[in-house]
Nanobody, 120 residues
Framework: QVQLAESGGGLVQAGGSLRLSCAAS????????MGWYRQAPGKQRELVAT??????TNYADSAKGRFTISRDNPKNVDLQMNSLKPEDTAVYFC???????????????WGQGTQVTVSA
């Protein structure tokens, strides 16, 4: 069974930093892409940043210049968030496009989410 476990959320003042981490575990054959999404109260879930197996990154406009996504091994992904703003307050979800062992195709997996709250 595949699981994505997030850590690193919390409460921070505006202008501060947080680092989110996500670790994939279970019977995984390959991971094509990992990333972070967020969902604020009353809003739809939105892309924050993604990184492919090859290291190519993609950022939402709101994250460019402030957030950095990285992977130090194929099953982990981190999100360094600097210069945080109150509008960054949301539940942040780890996401992966991966192929479990024995499944034969790539599917989407999500973590349970971690709360990030930025106070003014």
């Amino acid at each position: 069974q595949v699981q994505l476990a997030e850590s690193g959320g919390g409460l921070v003042q505006a202008g501060g930093s947080l680092r989110l981490s996500c670790a994939a575990s279970g019977s995984i054959f390959s991971i094509n892409l990992m990333g972070w999404y967020r969902q604020a109260p009353g809003k739809q879930r939105e892309l924050v940043a993604t990184i492919t197996y090859g290291g190519s990154t993609n950022y939402a406009d709101s994250a460019k210049g402030r957030f950095t996504i990285s992977r130090d091994n194929p099953k982990n992904v981190d999100l360094q968030m600097n210069s945080l703003k109150p509008e960054d307050t949301a539940v942040y979800f780890c996401h992966a496009k991966l192929m479990p062992i024995g499944l034969g195709y790539v599917s989407d997996y999500w973590g349970q989410g971690t709360q990030v709250t930025v106070s003014a």
